[in-house]
């Protein structure tokens, strides 16, 4: 158009020029005005829908990796909560401690046996060292805990206390006591090093440790100025340590090994003796070490404070017989609150009763404090793509083998944390929301921190956003909130926590019922089941179940029963939570109804033949796994799944087991349905689920009872005896023996369901010393990873007779 004004004007000027040259001089103008256009158009268009496609999926690769907007549930955290500043919040070691900050210096316990070289250095909780026992059996979360090793022959019993005050965390003891079981005199090298985190980068200039005059001292920007000092009783043979430079915290042990050297020759009377090599001394105090371990050759029995001091504060740090008075005081009052909580004095045994403590005690001397990014992806990303770097102060659910978070852990794991403290169960909580993007997801498990990357095998590091998970940490904030009303009343200071919270709720409830939704109405699917032709049936590790079995062959028309009732259960926690925050309960509670309708239930899950309810999907029973002949050149042959009969869309009813128990587990059925009436008989049946140890996740009858998933995958969800659906079956049994006419069925199984997960609990505890990720249905030993003080602590509140 600028053009076509500029020869307009010349038109004026030159007014001699005749009507014919003008007409073909406007007539070609014209045309090359269409032709331009045409291009510009063309051209544009293209441009401009790429320029749109590539901003939207510039924001779609985005939104897995961004942050919910709004006000964080966590608003105070490190010095701002000093109650909880310093803890054994490094779950994954056998004893350790550091404060709730992401660059806290970390202090820890390394030991091993002169002279023996199969057993190697302790130091990460690992079930290949073949502990006799260790685990915690007094712990508050808050001021103390105390702890005993059982490595053959050795028993080292660790504890610390903790001295408030001050600006900058306060003082604490740790206290290391080493004695032999067999009553002679062993030789070992006791390590206490202290380390600085630097995976998040350099550490900032004034973050340092070193040792000085038989002192551990150390400077950071949070706790300034701090000391650590060594008080012993026994012999001890030789000291030595050593300023280092560790790559990183998941190296430790590694670094250690590498300083050490063997004992000169006027230590030959402690054979093979190792010490720390005195030219890795740095004697600059302007050195960048930042792990400094403390070797001391000792013999049994030994005990060893380490006295940690701030200069802020005058109260000196306990220690010697002060700390033995103080440590007395400190069981007592845990005692008398045990007691108080969970009054199980009066039930049962006094060792019954040390076993329940010692459950509890792992869960909450199993919290930890992670800080870091995860790694996720999304359809949208074509690599997995860094989360936000944030905290997570979590339980774990295996010191040993899972010493991370887990989603749908913490749930269960807030029913026993928010029995003994709601703060802290609130806190717990509050982070895990802080968690959630701007899509409403939660990644289902957190792997934050170098040392929690490096216990990871690497196929399960990513996390996809498709990935649900169990929303039981929505159902366990409602049982909190129900069970202590008077917590979250308008002023109290968990009611504001709760306010921040719900946001964050919404955001979670509306991801599930945006992403999960299933084809037919009111139907929800598990995402991310695969068919790889190699897994007897693909798992389906979104639900929680794993290897539970699912129809064979995943496609998209299935329907998954257990999820259907997690969103009943998901709705009517958001209710709850919304009428004691004095919010609008109407879309949660319409969706509760509807999702409670037992008509639409049996539509799509109820089947008249097997009387079971069941998943729908793409299934057949006539699969099995067979090993395929080996494909030159050299290729090893391979175990697969062969498909003797196709697969029909159809009800799993073959796989009668916890998902077929879904609507009396989440309380789905009113009391007085005949389906209950139908599932509590079955329950009853020890051919199907009902064992003397608990009941079993998979039936007897079932095609795939105890069947292995490959050729390397054990069965895990197929038949074992789970605590955690075993703890929402008992509550739910109470509940239905409150009402309705299967009330004294429903009685009566409680209370036999109960003592049976109850005693053979606590009879493979007392055996072996450990609390078990699973036990068999066929002679209740435990299986699976050990200590697994996760939900199976639940064993607590079902002595208690607490849901």
């Known amino acids: 158009m600028v053009r076509h004004r500029k020869v307009g004007n010349s038109q004026n000027k030159h007014g001699n020029n005749n009507d014919t040259s003008k007409n073909s001089e406007s007539a070609a103008n014209s045309s090359w005005f269409r032709l331009s256009s045409f291009w510009k158009t063309a051209i544009g268009c293209p441009c401009l829908a790429f320029a749109i496609y590539v901003g939207v999926l510039g924001y779609l690769e985005t939104r897995v990796n961004t942050p ?26 056998y ?12 202090f820890g316990l390394m030991w091993y046996e002169i002279g023996d070289t199969h057993k190697g250095i302790r130091h990460w909780c690992d079930q290949n060292d073949l502990l006799m026992s260790y685990g915690w059996m007094r712990h508050d979360g808050v001021s103390f805990g105390e702890q005993i090793i059982l490595d053959t022959p050795l028993k080292i019993s660790t504890s610390f206390i903790k001295t408030p005050g001050g600006e900058h965390g306060g003082h604490w003891t740790a206290r290391i006591n080493v004695t032999s079981n067999d009553n002679k005199k062993r030789v070992l090298g006791l390590v206490w090093y202290g380390a600085l985190d630097e995976s998040l980068g350099p550490a900032a200039p004034t973050s340092r440790l070193w040792m000085e005059g038989g002192s551990m001292l150390g400077h950071t920007p949070q706790l300034h100025n701090f000391r650590l000092n060594f008080v012993h009783e026994g012999k001890l043979h030789h000291t030595s340590y050593s300023e280092a430079i560790a790559p990183g915290l998941h190296v430790l042990k590694e670094k250690f090994y590498s300083l050490l050297k063997p004992s000169k020759d006027k230590y030959r009377s402690i054979p093979q003796m190792p010490i720390l090599q005195p030219d890795n001394k740095v004697n600059d105090q302007d050195s960048n070490a930042n792990f400094v371990p403390v070797q001391m050759i000792v013999e049994t029995p030994f005990l060893l404070d380490v006295v940690y001091s701030t200069e802020d504060l005058p109260t000196p740090p306990l220690k010697g017989d002060e700390y033995t008075r103080e440590l007395e005081i400190k069981r007592f009052l845990f005692d008398e609150e045990f007691e108080r909580k969970f009054k199980l004095d009066k039930k049962y045994s006094d060792l019954d009763v040390v076993v329940a403590k010692a459950a509890l005690s792992n869960m909450i001397g199993g919290i930890g404090y992670f800080y870091g990014a995860g790694r996720v992806q999304s359809p949208h990303t074509s690599e997995p793509v860094p989360y936000w770097r944030a905290p997570l102060y979590t339980a774990v659910p295996s010191r040993s083998f899972f010493p991370r978070g887990f989603l749908w852990d913490e ?125 007897l049936n693909p798992k389906t590790l979104t639900s929680g179940l794993d ?124 009391p007085e349905s005949p389906k209950l009436g139908k599932i509590l008989e079955d329950l009853d049946k020890p051919e199907l689920l009902w064992s003397p140890y608990g009941l079993r996740s998979l039936s007897k009858s079932s095609p795939l009872y105890m069947k292995m998933n490959t050729e390397h995958d054990p069965p895990y969800w197929r038949g074992q005896v789970w605590l ?60 699976g990873c050990k200590p697994f003080t996760g939900w199976t602590a639940l064993v607590v509140l079902m002595m208690a007779d607490e849901y």
């Open 547 to 670: 290897d539970y079995p699912r129809a064979s062959h995943p496609s998209g028309i299935e329907r998954h029963v257990d999820l259907r009732c997690w969103m009943y259960a998901a709705a009517d926690a958001m209710a709850t939570i919304a009428y004691h925050l004095h919010r609008d309960t109407t879309k949660f509670e319409a969706t509760r109804d509807l999702l409670g309708d037992e008509e639409l239930l049996n539509e799509l899950h109820w089947s008249p033949r097997t009387q079971t309810y069941a998943d729908y999907g793409l299934h057949t029973d006539g699969v099995r796994l067979i090993r395929q002949p080996a494909k030159p050149p050299n290729e090893p042959s391979r175990v697969v799944r062969s498909v003797s009969v196709p697969p029909k869309p159809k009800l799993v009813t073959s796989a009668f087991g916890y998902v077929s128990l879904f609507p009396m587990l989440l309380m789905v059925l009113k």
């Open 68 to 93: 919910l907007v709004g006000e964080k549930a966590v608003l105070e955290s490190g010095l701002e909560v000093p109650d909880r500043y310093w803890g054994t919040y490094r779950p994954g070691v």
């Open 411 to 535: 749930g269960f794991h807030g029913l026993l944390v928010g029995r003994w403290s709601p703060e802290i169960q609130m806190d717990i909580a509050a982070h895990w929301l802080d968690l959630i993007n701007v899509e409403g997801w939660i990644p289902r498990e957190q792997i934050l921190g170098v040392e929690a990357i490096a216990r990871v095998p690497k196929e399960f590091v990513v996390q996809s956003n498709a990935a649900a998970n169990p929303p039981m940490l929505l159902v366990q904030l409602a049982h909190l909130v129900r069970s202590n009303p008077q917590l979250f009343e308008p002023g109290q200071k968990l009611r504001g926590t709760l306010d921040r919270m719900f946001p964050r709720l919404q955001a979670w409830y509306q991801w599930f019922q945006s992403t999960q939704k299933g084809d037919e109405n009111t139907s929800y699917r598990w995402r991310g089941r695969e068919d790889d032709g190699v897994q």
């Open 95 to 106: 004893f350790g401690l550091k404060s709730r900050e992401p660059r806290s210096p970390v």
């Open 724 to 783: 955690n659906i075993n703890y929402l079956a008992l509550r739910a049994l109470k509940y239905y023996s409150s009402a309705g006419p299967y009330a004294q069925r429903a009685s009566d199984l409680h209370y036999r369901l109960r003592d049976n997960v109850v005693q053979n609990v606590l009879s493979e505890y007392k055996r072996n010393g450990y609390l078990w990720e699973q036990y068999s249905g066929e002679d209740g030993i435990g299986s």
